[in-house]
C-alpha cells in the first residue's frame, strides 16, 4: 500500500521560495496512471490544488498561482518536490501531497492517497 | 475555473438521520466528480469518484448521484464516525477544483 510522506520547513520568510519533497514508499513513481500531485488548504479553509507532475509528461499548474509553483519528479529517490517562489502570508498553508491515479478504462480520476501533510508558515 | 458551490455549509444531524450534502457546478462537468471525507486534523479521503463508486471500504452507508451540474452526496443512517467535513472534487476541466466542503455535526 502507498505512503506517501511530506518534508520540508515549517516556516519561510516572506518574498523567498518555498521547497517541499514528498517521499513515496510502496509504490512506483513511473506509473503512466499516476499523477503526482500538490494540494493546499489554508487554515480554516478548503481545498486548492496546485498542480501535479507525471512521470511521462510536463507539469501542469493552477494557473491562480501565477507561474510560481515548480513540481519535479526524482525518480532514482522515488520522491517528487514542490517549490514555490515569492510566497506572502497567503501561501501560509497545509501542504499535502497526494497520488491522483487515472482509471485508463473509464478516464475517470481521483485523489486515492494523500500524505499527513506539512504545516507551511510564512513569517514576515 | 469551475465553482463548486455546497450546501448547506454546516450539518448538525442525529445518529440514524438521512443526510444529503448537494454540489452544485457552475457548468457541465458530466459524472466528473468526486467526493471526499476529511476528519479533523487529517488528510482527506476519497469516499466516492466519478460519481456514484464507492471506494473500497467505505460504508454502503454512503452513496452519490448526479450529473451535468447537479450532485449529491447521501449518508443513509449517519453514524457518530460521520462527524467530518465533506467535499466535492471536479476533475472536467483544469484547474481542478474542491467545493468548500459541508461540515457534518453529528449530534
Known amino acids: 500500500q502507498v505512503q506517501l510522506q511530506e518534508s520540508g520547513p515549517g516556516v519561510v520568510e516572506s518574498s523567498q521560495t518555498l521547497s517541499l519533497t514528498c517521499i513515496i514508499s510502496g509504490d512506483s513513481i513511473n506509473s503512466d496512471v499516476f499523477y503526482w500531485s500538490w494540494i493546499r488548504q489554508r487554515p480554516g479553509e478548503g481545498l486548492e490544488w496546485i498542480g501535479y507532475v507525471h512521470y511521462y509528461g510536463a507539469p501542469l499548474y493552477n494557473p491562480s498561482l501565477r507561474g510560481r509553483p515548480i513540481i519535479s519528479v526524482d525518480p532514482s529517490k522515488t520522491q517528487f518536490s514542490l517549490s514555490l517562489s515569492s510566497v506572502t502570508a497567503a501561501d501560509t498553508a497545509i501542504y499535502y501531497c497526494?497520488?491522483?491515479?487515472?482509471?485508463?478504462?473509464?478516464?475517470?480520476?481521483?485523489?486515492?492517497?494523500w500524505g499527513r501533510g506539512t504545516l507551511v508558515t510564512v513569517s514576515s | 475555473d469551475v465553482q463548486l458551490t455546497q450546501s448547506p455549509s454546516s450539518l448538525p444531524a442525529s445518529v440514524g438521520d438521512r443526510v444529503t450534502i448537494t454540489c452544485r457546478a457552475s457548468q457541465d462537468i458530466r459524472s466528473y466528480l468526486n467526493w471526499y471525507k476529511q476528519k479533523s486534523g487529517e488528510a482527506p479521503d476519497l469516499l466516492i469518484a466519478a460519481t456514484p463508486s464507492l471506494q473500497s471500504g467505505v460504508p454502503s452507508r454512503f452513496s452519490g448521484s448526479g450529473s451535468g451540474t447537479d450532485f449529491t452526496l447521501t449518508i443513509s443512517s449517519l453514524q457518530p464516525d460521520d462527524s467530518a467535513t465533506y467535499y466535492c472534487q471536479q476533475y472536467q476541466n483544469y484547474p481542478w477544483t474542491f467545493g468548500l466542503g459541508t461540515k457534518v455535526e453529528v449530534k
Open positions: 497526494a497520488r491522483e491515479q487515472q482509471d485508463l478504462l473509464t478516464g475517470s480520476r481521483a485523489f486515492n492517497s
